[in-house]
């Protein structure tokens, strides 16, 4: 699949408050800062779509992106920030759980773990979450390019032998680089093969 058309549609502080409609959603959560934001522009072919920053907490908002005319792209604020104080902190985790469990429209969440990091609580909690609330998603590994591939190799194998410990099937995974433009023919073709099931 290929991408003729992006464009930005609104930002919302409310699950309740997202498009109308039932076309179908592919949304971006994970730790701030793992690249959400440059992978949506990544896949896009858009230098600045959606707003990135080196600073974490940029997405503080719910961001439809209409592609094709037919499906969203949803990025998500970032778990994990403790920086924007209690209440900020509280207000994303409220706005994150009410768009994951409620939002009927969204197809598959992908969680975005960084790389380069052995295998951090706060993804692990996030991803038992999704098991205990039955939510189907994908693992997207970020920033490959930051680190050889045999490092990048070993610390997804350490993800998913992790995640082998208390799941009896492992989701579909990629590897990408934002920078580079690695798996993005992949992520589209995961996206396509979803929207026709
Ligand atoms: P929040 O909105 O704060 O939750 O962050 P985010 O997950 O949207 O991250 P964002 O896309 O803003 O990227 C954070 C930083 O990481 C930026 O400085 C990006 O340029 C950088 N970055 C993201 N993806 C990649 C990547 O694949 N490779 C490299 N080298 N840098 C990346
Ligand atoms: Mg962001």
Not at 25 to 52: C, D, P, Q
Not at 127 to 133: D, P, Q, R, V
Not at 137 to 159: I, M, Y
Request: hydrophobic share 35%; proline share 4%.
């Amino acid at each position: 699949m290929e991408i003729t058309s992006a464009k930005f549609v609104v930002s919302n502080s409310r699950a309740d408050m997202c498009p109308d409609g039932n076309l179908p959603e592919y949304a971006f959560i994970g730790r701030s800062n793992v690249g959400k934001s440059s992978l949506i522009n990544m896949l896009t072919n858009h230098s600045k779509l959606a707003m990135t920053s080196s600073t974490p907490g940029k997405t503080l908002l719910i961001n439809h992106f209409l592609i094709n005319n037919s499906w969203y792209l949803v990025d998500l604020p970032g778990y994990g920030y403790a920086q924007r104080g209690k209440k900020v902190m509280e207000n994303i985790k409220n706005l994150i759980q009410h768009y994951v469990l409620e939002r009927i429209q969204m197809t598959c969440l992908f969680v975005l773990v960084d790389s380069r990091l052995e295998p951090q609580k706060i993804d692990l909690q996030f991803i038992e979450w999704l098991g205990e609330n039955s939510v189907p998603f994908a693992l997207v590994f970020t920033k490959s390019d930051k680190q050889s591939a045999g490092k990048t190799k070993q610390n997804v194998e350490r993800f998913l032998d992790t995640l082998k410990e208390q799941w009896e099937e492992l989701p579909p995974y990629f590897i990408t680089s934002s920078e580079k433009k690695t798996g993005r023919q992949e992520l589209l073709d995961y996206i396509e093969s979803v929207n026709r099931t």
